[in-house]
């Protein structure tokens, strides 16, 4: 397709389509890779134990696996930046698609703001005097760098992020895994699985129902994944590398979860695993090998520098997701006209200012009770991209439908969804699984409450405004 062309009286402007394969696989890890496994993770073994945190992420796993395959076969042949609250639209109906646009802008700026947060905490490993929010404030500031130049500038900017996290991750799991065989050639067997097995309440320390509350909060980890889905809209021959793209990155985005997930347990104790310290951190720090017995030297350092890194690349995907879904309203004439407006780079500069000023809202809440509302916000980000997926899912099965009804031949599909409908069954059964189970938490009942609102919200909203901005 060709690139970007602005009318001079800027009454016609398309995005730049200038994301190429590389630029989408590393989008994709970006946006996974952040605050839910580099932070998150302590938090849930915390409160599932070993055993259940590995259950609760292999759950995970399964309902990523269903989204993406159907996101695939829906970006693939409609490659547009609106994605899920276009499809939607399309496919629900029209107040559904302005609910779903509403919401996932709703998960990315608490998501950026959460990951602002979370850099702030961990640069009080090198700088204990300095308050968190002057670490906030320069986070942000550099993510809206990242944003408001060119989309290129983004791709490359989050490409070189998402390599480095990439890179640590498996370096992590390289040096994990021998630690793990050290560990296994000199204390046996029984040490390698000693934090699985508690003598109050065996394997599962908390109780089952523990479990089954964390799989909500594990799902924050696997968030960001199905951003691709919004990036394929500024990427060059997106039916061709969208398909390549979803193959690519789900299998590997589930071995390194699962496997840091695996190696955390083995060397951290349950009762040391805490939202405010990074486990890899910690991991670092207790792992022994020939000629490390002490730990790895500077390793937690470095390892503390590539989290800092992951954590902006997850804010940064943020940010942009965020503005694409206001750019999305307004291109379907459901928001104001101004937001769908791009500078001369090609950037939705005004949808871009709107969800910055939202995402800042993490200022204040790292200044009052911190810890408890990360908790909540986690949880509020859990839900939305819960209904967001469960829109995926049952999107792709009603597109199939008239596809086929239409006379559309399957081997014409660029991608083509495995399975279907069991596919999408699986999926939507795993994420009522973790919404209920969620719900018996206390602290993520509250974040769940507070998303019902906000989605009855934005359908009373659209019902009031839906002929307002058609005519801009």
């Not at 796993?61 to 693939?76: K, P, Q, R």
């Not at 992951?310 to 307004?330: E, F, H, V």
């Not at 004439?333 to 407006?341: E, I, P, R, T, V």
Request: with cysteine.
């Amino acid at each position: 397709m060709e690139n970007k062309k602005i009318d001079i009286d800027n009454k016609k402007e398309h995005l730049v389509r200038d994301i190429k394969l590389r630029h989408l696989l590393m989008i994709a890890f970006g946006g996974a890779i952040g605050t839910g496994l580099f932070v998150g993770t302590g938090g849930n073994i915390h409160q599932a134990g070993p055993l259940g945190t590995l259950i609760a992420y292999a759950v995970g796993s399964i309902v990523i696996y269903s989204i993406m395959l159907s996101l695939g076969e829906l970006a693939s042949y409609f490659p547009n930046t609106g994605s899920f609250g276009d499809y939607s639209y399309r496919f629900i109906g029209h107040a559904t698609g302005y609910m779903i646009f509403w919401l996932y802008w709703l998960g990315w700026v608490i998501t950026a703001g959460v990951e602002y947060i979370a850099v702030g905490f961990l640069m009080q490993y090198w700088f204990p005097d300095i308050p968190i929010y002057w670490w906030v404030i320069a986070c942000a500031f550099l993510v809206f760098l990242l944003n408001s130049f060119s989309v290129k500038i983004f791709a490359e900017g989050e490409f070189l992020l998402s390599f480095i996290k990439t890179a640590a991750v498996i370096i992590f799991l390289i040096i994990g895994f021998i630690a793990i065989a050290y560990h296994f050639y000199i204390e046996g067997f029984e040490a390698i699985f000693k934090n699985f097995y508690f003598e109050k309440g065996g394997l599962f320390p908390n109780g089952i129902f523990a479990v089954f509350g964390t799989i909500l909060a594990v799902m924050f980890a696997f968030t960001g994944t199905e951003i691709i889905g919004v990036a394929v809209g500024e990427t060059k021959n997106p039916k061709q590398v969208m398909p390549k793209a979803i193959k690519a990155t789900l299998l590997r985005l589930i071995v390194f979860f699962l496997g840091s997930v695996f190696i955390i347990s083995v060397f951290l104790p349950m009762n040391d695993s805490t939202i405010t310290q990074s486990p890899f951190v910690s991991v670092l720090e207790r792992i022994k090998l020939p000629f490390f017995e002490n730990g790895i030297p500077y390793a937690a350092s470095i390892m503390n520098f590539i989290i800092v890194s992951a954590l902006i690349s997850t804010a940064n995907s943020g940010l942009y997701g965020a503005s694409r879904m206001i750019y999305g309203l307004s291109e379907k004439k459901m928001y104001f006209a101004l937001f769908s407006k791009l500078n001369k780079k090609g950037t939705p500069i005004y949808a871009l200012y709107f969800s910055m000023v939202f995402s800042l809202v993490a200022l204040f809440t790292s200044i009052y009770a911190p810890s408890k509302v990360i908790e909540t916000l986690i949880s509020v980000i859990s839900f939305t991209v819960v209904i967001v997926w469960v829109s995926i899912l049952i999107s792709q099965y009603i597109f199939r439908k008239h596809y086929l009804k239409d006379g559309g031949k399957l081997q014409d599909l660029p991608y083509k969804t495995p399975f279907t409908p069991l596919t999408q069954i699986i999926g939507i059964l795993g994420c009522l699984i973790g919404v209920v189970g969620a719900y018996f938490d206390p602290e993520q009942r509250l974040g769940i409450w507070a998303t019902i609102v906000y989605i009855l919200l934005c359908y009373i909203i659209y019902f009031l405004t839906k002929d307002k901005f058609k005519k801009n």
